[in-house]
């Protein structure tokens, strides 16, 4: 089922982590604005389906005609090193292209750093949280972006990877050594994949909440993504929290 198929002019988003809190928010509110290729660990797609009827998040109350969401459900262990260039083949045979990659993928190990049994377990959560999310855009890259930087500057082509408060700060006791790591090392490999794929006319920025949807609310995460993705930034961390700020 292609993007002509569905005669959509939607943008088309390579979406890691469908299966989460985060990437569930985005299909019901964003399914709409996007055709998404969604990623989710196999056993775990509660909420994704290949159509699905949706509400209007800014006006619930309001009646909406027969819209209906279009899905690409790819289920994937990012455990696996072949993983990423599968997803990218799937998703591009899919629907032609892929305009806007979220990796909203994380796992979560609490431990601390002077545990022999954390340690071992640190790189599974690394390549999960690091290594498969960049190996993912490299394959997007490599397989379509390298070869239309023109198209990409016209389509407005992004990466929007969601990062954490914890990567720029110390929790004491938290154990999230770990967690707080990975997002440290995926917000500074995202600005340098900014540099990296400016000159092919694709953007990439980072969104780093707080604690969602306790502190922040969903809602204030996919409006930033959103707002990323429209526009015209690259290199950028969005930080929201209570007080609200962006790195340059």
């Not at 198929?5 to 982590?17: A, F, P």
């Not at 591009?92 to 377990?121: K, M, Q």
Request: some cysteine.
């Amino acid at each position: 089922m292609t993007g002509k198929e569905l005669g959509n002019e939607s943008r088309v988003c390579l979406l890691l982590g469908a299966g989460g809190r985060m990437g569930r928010s985005f299909c019901r509110h964003l399914g709409t604005r996007y055709q998404i290729a969604a990623v989710y660990r196999d056993g775990n797609s509660t909420g994704i389906r290949r159509q699905e009827r949706v509400i209007d998040p800014l006006a619930p109350e309001r009646p909406t005609p027969e819209i209906r969401t279009h899905f690409y459900p790819i289920a994937a262990d990012l455990t696996d090193p072949t993983s990423g260039e599968r997803i990218a083949e799937l998703a591009l045979a899919a629907f032609g292209h892929i305009d806007l990659v979220v990796n909203s993928a994380v796992h979560y190990d609490w431990g601390p750093g002077t545990s022999p049994e954390f340690l071992e377990r640190l790189p599974h959560q690394l390549t999960i949280n690091v290594v498969r999310p960049l190996q993912i855009v490299a394959e997007v890259y490599r397989k379509s972006w390298q070869a239309t930087p023109e198209d990409n500057r016209r389509a407005n082509r992004n990466v929007v990877n969601l990062s954490s408060v914890a990567a720029f700060n110390i929790y004491p006791d938290s154990g999230q050594i770990g967690y707080s790591s990975c997002k440290a090392a995926l917000t500074v490999a995202s600005r340098h994949l900014a540099v990296e794929l400016e000159p092919v006319g694709v953007r990439v920025n980072v969104i780093a909440p707080n604690t969602f949807p306790g502190i922040v609310s969903v809602e204030q995460v996919l409006a930033t993504l959103c707002e990323l993705d429209s526009g015209s930034a690259t290199g950028e961390v969005r930080v929201l929290d209570r007080g609200s700020k962006t790195i340059e």
